[in-house]
């Protein structure tokens, strides 16, 4: 089967409810196999995280309330685009720098990540940062974060133990052990 | 800081919007600092996802259209949790069923996966399945969809090039490339 085989058509979308940082539509769409059925999303203007690594292979993370998950995560630094649009390489350079006080030399574009692409719009747009130098934090009002550097191999570890529950930090911590070649901790 | 000097305490929440899938929260919360804020939160009864793997280390994955993400994404089988609280695996084992026709012998639990913490309460069970055996598949009427069997080493190749860009597959193919000794293709 082709792709275009797959595809659903949308034949009419509402907008249902509008939100400060995400919308929900409700979309009628048609199936390949002829039948109509509706649809939910929800609609986010798209983020970006960095896995920033200090020379010795830590890792800049974050312990902070998530609603979602009702608890606090451990996560790499992330944030939202300010507008839709917005170069990410740009924002993750703004949101690593404020929540961390990290600048980087070095970028790295890891790619997309769509958390839950049948309900979710948001894109994380994904980089790894090298060769940082640390200047002052600032944060946003609503941001209560602690900063922590852990070791790569550590927090990988974490990650295949199951004690990571942030999807982007799993994917990050991953690939970067990957790349380097750095041994998940058992 | 202690996890309990980040905690945000929920003084009123309000069902806003019900939907099929998901329904939306308006929490008012008190924050650490004595400031008070709303965070919208999409509820989810949660879900699962298994990464299937064939004696010779090929993975079962779909081809589907996704709605958040308006297009067609190469994604290990999952599926919604029938009621909250239902057994993660016995789900796991009914979704691999009804999308790839597949029983596994062994399963290994992978942990939890957040796709996006801060806005949205899905949980994500993960497992691995192995020593697969073959059935007939069952999909729900709106669920089309192609299986394929693709080497583990190829899409854990395709998941470090930023090819895949589903936040679950991208997780549990690291995870297994790294239980498995198996090397990404370049």
């Known amino acids: 089967m082709k792709d275009t085989e797959l595809a659903e058509k949308t034949l009419s979308c509402e907008r249902v409810w509008e939100g400060r940082v995400f919308d929900v539509e409700c979309r009628r769409v048609l199936l390949p196999n002829g039948d109509t059925v509706r649809r939910d999303v929800v609609m986010h203007k798209g983020a970006v995280c960095v896995i920033a690594l200090t020379e010795n292979h830590c890792v800049l993370v974050e ?59 948001e894109k994380i747009h994904m980089y790894m940062a090298e060769e940082l130098s640390f200047g002052d934090t600032d944060y946003d009002d609503d941001e209560i974060m602690q900063v922590e550097r852990i070791p790569l191999s550590d927090l990988a570890g974490r990650v295949l133990r199951g004690e990571i529950p942030d999807g982007k930090t799993q994917c990050a911590v991953l690939r970067a052990a990957l790349m380097c070649g750095v041994t998940p901790e058992k």
């Open 63 to 121: 312990r902070q309330w998530r609603s979602g998950y009702d608890g606090v995560t451990l996560e790499i630094p992330a944030g939202k685009l300010d507008f839709v649009g917005e170069d990410p390489l740009s924002a993750a350079q703004r949101e690593l720098r404020e929540e961390t006080g990290a600048v980087a030399q070095r970028w790295i574009d890891l790619g997309e990540y769509y958390g839950s692409p049948a309900i979710l719009s």
